[in-house]
């Protein structure tokens, strides 16, 4: 048992540090950073990543991903912790992409992979509707066969990003014959089908992440269906996993722990910095021993993909512990913030205001408070937990 | 980075978890503390003869060359099945303080004699004062001739029939220095050594020790005089980590057990473990375990790596055991209902155990403010 690393991982993390330094500039964090540019800049951010070849890392070599080790990827997250740069968005490229390489048809690979690899394809995930969240199998959009196209109708809700994207893959009902999870197909939506639009919802952040999409009539070649009909379910639950183990937000919670005692040892009551005083030591300690263990945690997931061991119970585990702790770190940094953590300046004011800590710390808490409901709540986390683990 | 066990650990591993279950059940344990020694004799000269004492002591020494890996296998195996020998308290603190000693002729005549099973030794860690800071020493040790006088007190020494015991004491520096500190090997039942024994909730015969002038000869000293502490210290470092993989042994049994409990146990006309509100409460002892299994395996490769974090990885090990470890067990008992208010069913001796695991060296407050020093007083 051991975490040391050999001479060429020692090269491989030298490598990136170097590389995040010269490319992840003041200017780009600043763009990602505001509504306004967040897309091109994102896009702009993970071409260069994908110039690395570093953006598909965990995808097999053949579909030209870096086919990563659990330790390649500790050390690549870590150094992109290290100076607050963001990791991919992870619709397409962790969550779409296995799916498509595991269940796509040839042409559907050729078609999608090099395009969602190199961010010139941004996708959205179409899964929950409004009477369709834990329990997703009661979802009602409709996608009727007519010649070689569907005729989809419907409309999903909580999509994040479908304002920005290119596609959306999604889940729809095709058959009402036997157990709802045997009548669902996993179709690829191109979003400019005549038949389709976004309305926005503001969440508790006061931003425009998420959305309404609605589908009327819209035709989808059936070419566009992954895998075989009413069988969209089974490639759903193999996404879900992987998506489980992308949003534990390890890394995220790694450079905001760091963030959050910067600022405590800037300033506090009495001429002692915050840090200084021992009640909030206690509690940032019991938040940073949380997190110690959770890193551990993810470690031992990924090092268990390595031994070619499919996610499963692990990536639940991880799902719950990584939110819970990105909510713990989120409340630790609002309430460093005080009052002014209330604040919510347009994103048109001024960019001091914009960038203060205050509004980013209240940003970053409410827009939060997802973590623990989305890719399965972890109520629904639980569930699986006592059904699978403990047999319950 | 590599977290497999190698095939000699998971042999290791599989000999001990199955003798414990072929032998060492709830009743048996029972039986083991009526009798007045506190643990089997018996039991002790099988571990000596599996060669479970030989594990922590390297290979030129006679023992079998394991490192903080192979110790961590044995206690958690030790904890899931709550083995009441003293292997920790005797092998991973006391028999390692004299193994990395560099009183050679004293390790030679006794290494062998402690890995046979013929000899127990135990350290006596603990102040009334000291308030778990291993520095914290008013015991002093006053040079007369080739032979030193030792004065003062040490409370919960652990295992009251060891045969001799490592005395911290002063023979030099104030109150909290960590200079002046030395280590004597005291013959448990020599004269002037007053003894108060007593037992312990987890089952553990302790005692109170006294002693005012007592005389050690300078060729029982562990280390060249005054520099014990930083032995004292690595020594101890390690034997933390093994502790709290013998409660991550607990804890897992504990979240098992309660699992098992609750498939079985009808209310209502219904197994209680198909409510909800109870199925949550033990996804989440399984969660503590895991989290606390995390840092264990963190602290290791600390440990395994020489890595400079080894004392902050610890310190927060312990800290997230003495937290988690009591949770877990007093959820088990809560879920056992009745059941687990019972001497019957082993819920509550579980329970007891990692209530003294917190407490033994450090409890989960005082290594957070360890914790708090290393990291924010820097």
């Not at chain 1, 070619?308 to 630790?332: C, D, F, I, R, Y």
């Not at chain 2, 470890?325 to 809560?334: D, F, K, L, S």
Request: with cysteine.
């Amino acid at each position: 048992m051991h975490t040391k690393l050999s001479h060429q991982e020692l090269a491989f993390q030298e490598d990136v540090r170097v590389f995040m330094r010269e490319n992840f500039t003041p200017e780009l964090a600043e763009k990602i950073a505001h509504p306004a540019t967040f897309k091109s800049a994102t896009i702009e951010w993970q071409k260069r990543l994908d110039s690395r070849g570093w953006a598909a890392n965990g995808w097999p070599e053949e579909h030209g991903g870096g086919a990563w080790s659990a330790t390649q990827k500790y050390i690549y997250c870590n150094e992109l912790a290290a100076v607050g740069a963001p990791d991919v968005i992870p619709m397409g490229i962790k969550m779409l992409g296995p799916v498509l390489y595991s269940y796509g048809s040839e042409e559907q690979k050729q078609k999608f992979l090099p395009a969602t690899k190199s961010s010139d394809m941004w996708w959205c995930q179409g899964y929950s509707e409004v009477g369709a969240g834990s329990d997703l199998a009661a979802l009602k959009t409709r996608a009727v066969r007519d010649g070689d196209d569907y005729i989809v109708n419907g409309a999903k809700i909580w999509t994040t990003y479908a304002q920005y994207a290119d596609w959306i893959f999604c889940l729809v009902k095709t058959s009402d014959e036997g157990r709802p999870q045997g009548c669902i197909s996993f179709l690829l939506i191109d979003m400019k089908t005549p038949g389709i639009s976004v309305s926005p919802i503001i969440s508790i952040d006061e931003e425009h992440h998420l959305n309404e999409v609605h589908f009327e009539n819209v035709r989808i070649p059936v070419g566009n269906r992954i895998g075989e009909e009413n069988q969209g379910w089974t490639y759903a639950k193999a996404l879900l996993t992987y998506e489980r183990t992308a949003i534990a937000g390890v890394a995220y919670c790694k450079h905001t722990l760091e963030k959050v005692r910067k600022l405590a040892s800037q300033g506090g009551e009495e001429s002692l910095s915050l840090l200084d005083d021992v009640d909030f030591q206690a509690r940032l300690a019991d938040v940073e021993i949380e997190f110690m263990a959770l890193e551990f945690l993810e470690l031992r997931v990924l090092s268990s993909i390595d031994n070619g061991e499919a996610p499963g119970m692990e990536s639940s585990l991880l799902k719950l512990k990584g939110s819970e702790v990105q909510q713990l770190v989120q409340t630790l940094l609002w309430d460093i913030a005080g009052s002014s953590g209330g604040m919510v300046p347009d994103m048109h004011d001024a960019k001091a205001l914009w960038e203060c800590q205050g509004n980013v710390a209240r940003r970053e808490y409410m827009f939060g408070r997802a973590a623990t409901i989305y890719g399965g709540s972890n109520e629904v986390q639980r569930n699986i937990i006592a059904k699978y683990a403990l047999g319950l | 980075m590599n977290f497999s066990m190698t095939e000699e650990q998971l042999m290791l591993k599989d000999s001990v978890a199955k003798y414990l279950q072929d032998t060492y059940s709830a009743e048996h344990r029972v039986n083991i503390l009526k009798q007045t020694r506190g643990y089997s004799a018996e039991n002790w000269q099988t571990f000596a003869d599996l060669g479970w004492l030989t594990v922590p002591f390297a290979e030129e020494d006679g023992g079998f060359g394991g490192n903080i890996s192979d110790v961590s296998i044995i206690m958690e195996e030790f904890g899931s099945a709550l083995v009441i020998e003293p292997f920790w308290s005797g092998v991973v603190l006391a028999g390692q303080l004299i193994a990395r000693s560099n009183n050679d002729s004293l390790k030679k005549h006794l290494m062998p004699t402690l890995m046979s099973g013929e000899q127990l030794v135990s350290f006596a860690f603990l102040e009334p004062q000291s308030v778990f800071m291993l520095n914290h020493l008013t015991t002093t040790a006053t040079k007369v001739g080739d032979n030193y006088l030792l004065s003062g007190e040490k409370r919960v020494v652990l295992n009251a029939t060891a045969d001799s015991i490592l005395i911290p004491a002063r023979t030099a520096g104030d109150g909290s220095s960590e200079q002046g500190i030395s280590l004597f090997l005291v013959d448990a039942n020599g004269p002037g050594l007053q003894r108060d024994v007593y037992r312990l909730m987890d089952g553990q015969l302790a005692m109170d020790i006294r002693f005012d002038g007592i005389q050690v000869s300078s060729a029982r000293m562990l280390t060249a005089e005054g520099e014990a502490f930083p032995l004292i210290s690595e020594v101890v470092s390690e034997a933390l980590v093994a502790l709290c993989a013998e409660a991550v042994g607990a804890m897992n049994h504990l979240y098992k057990a309660t699992a098992d409990y609750c498939r079985t146990r009808e209310q209502f006309g219904v197994a209680i473990g198909t409510f909800q509100a109870l199925q949550h409460r033990i996804v989440d002892m399984f969660m503590a375990t895991e989290q606390c299994r995390s840092l264990l395996m963190r602290a290791q490769c600390s440990i395994l790596d020489g890595s400079s974090d080894i004392q902050r990885d610890v310190a927060a090990l312990k800290v997230m055991i003495g937290k988690h470890g009591r949770h877990v067990a007093e959820e088990a008992v809560q879920l056992h209902g009745g059941m687990g208010m019972s001497n019957e069913m082993p819920i509550g001796i579980y329970l007891k155990r990692l209530m003294m695991i917190d407490s033994y060296l450090g409890n989960k407050d005082h290594h957070r403010r360890q914790f708090c020093k290393l990291r924010y007083c820097a």
